[in-house]
């Protein structure tokens, strides 16, 4: 079995304080047994009626080997205080930064993101280390911030279908004259709503699903992605008396086939959703370079330029177009920039001054 007792802490400063002592101590002993072991045998003479000192010559008493133990002893032993003190403020003066890193991270938690190490200078390993860790945060901060802002605005939408669908039931079975035709027209109003709670909710699978990455890497061509996309929506544009233009030519890239999908189909069905009568919608892929190019505009209504990054996250829609709300869940171009981010693809967005958008998406050839 093994013990369960944790093993005693050892501090890294004291590791280090007996490391650069010990590196001390041993150059000593080099230095002293250098200086030291050619003078054992020399001895000093001086000549006859002088107090001058004089020769050095090989007779005579001089140092002798006893003395220079003592006295290599002696300096060592306080070498060795002095090497300890010296070891333990080195240590301590590196190891500051990484005891501002220790707390620091110890006192964030999920409530308290905004907290920064703030190293400064001097710039070294550990202050580097200390700025990665901040930038490290602060995206930490902003992912939890897009996260509970996220699941309040999921909630609110996913409330609303629910509140609506237990009233139609309750002013059902509140009616003491309902006949079939009333209960018949209250089910087909629930299952309306049921429809919208569903559509809604793999909405939100989708977003989910492109946030979570690129998990296969297939060779596909945008052309014929667009093309099969286009198929399925054409009643739809003709509906609303929308030009669907196409310009397709081969741009093969790399990707996750069912996200680029999801990505091609929420961009289409945007520039529909979004648009006026007699309005037309052009999409447009190509190859540049290394690079595969799909490119969709649309007319509609003007979009302010402080509007556009809004647009981009999840339950978002411009305040004045009042189909979108009953249509749309506010989520089509936030999977369409998750799935961009996922496949590292460069998403450009402008908008147009007669009104609508100019969406451009780069992936890598």
């Known amino acids: 079995m093994t013990d369960p007792r944790p093993l005693p802490r050892r501090s890294l400063q004291a590791r280090l304080a007996l490391f650069y002592a010990a590196g001390i101590f041993a150059a000593g002993i080099v230095v002293l047994a250098v200086a030291t072991v050619p003078l054992v045998g020399i001895r000093s003479t001086r000549p006859v009626h002088s107090s001058a000192p004089g020769t050095i010559a090989g007779t005579g008493h001089g140092i002798g080997p006893h003395r220079l133990l003592v006295g290599s002893v002696v300096a060592l032993a306080v ?63 902003a992912s939890f911030d897009a996260q509970r802002h996220f699941v309040a605005n999921a909630s609110h939408e996913l409330r609303t279908p629910l509140a609506g669908l237990r009233t139609l039931l309750e002013v059902a079975l509140a009616d003491p004259d309902a006949d079939a035709d009333t209960l018949r027209s209250a089910c087909q109003e629930a299952l ?53 233009a196409e310009h397709l030519t081969p741009a093969v890239t790399a990707g996750d086939p069912r996200l680029v999908e999801s990505l091609i189909a929420n961009l289409i069905d945007n520039a529909i959703r979004h648009n006026h009568p007699g309005g037309h919608v052009q999409i447009t892929t190509q190859t540049a370079g290394t690079r595969a190019i799909l490119t969709i505009t649309n007319s509609g209504p003007v979009i302010p330029d402080d509007q556009i990054q809004r647009l981009f996250q999840p339950f978002q829609r411009l305040a004045h177009d009042r189909n979108s709300r009953r249509e749309g869940y506010g989520l089509g171009l936030a999977i369409v920039n998750a799935v961009a981010q996922a496949h590292h693809a460069t998403l450009t967005t402008s908008a147009r001054p007669e009104g609508g958008l100019a969406i451009t998406v780069r992936f890598a050839h």
Request: hydrophobic share 45%; charged share 20%; aromatic share 4%.
């Open 192 to 244: 309306a709503l049921g429809g919208h709670q569903e559509r809604l909710v793999q909405a939100l699978l989708a977003l989910a699903t492109s946030e979570r990455g690129v998990t296969r890497s297939d060779t596909l061509d945008l052309a014929h992605v667009v093309r099969g996309v286009l198929a399925s929506r054409r009643d739809q544009a003709t509906e609303k008396g929308i030009d669907l």
């Open 79 to 141: 070498l060795i205080p002095i090497a300890l003190a010296a070891g333990w403020f080195v240590a301590g003066r590196f190891l500051r930064p990484l005891r501002a890193i220790t707390a620091t991270a110890t006192a964030i938690s999920a409530g308290n993101l905004h907290q920064r190490l703030n190293l400064g200078e001097p710039a070294d390993e550990l202050t580097e280390l200390g700025h990665i860790l901040d930038d490290l945060f602060a995206r930490l901060q």
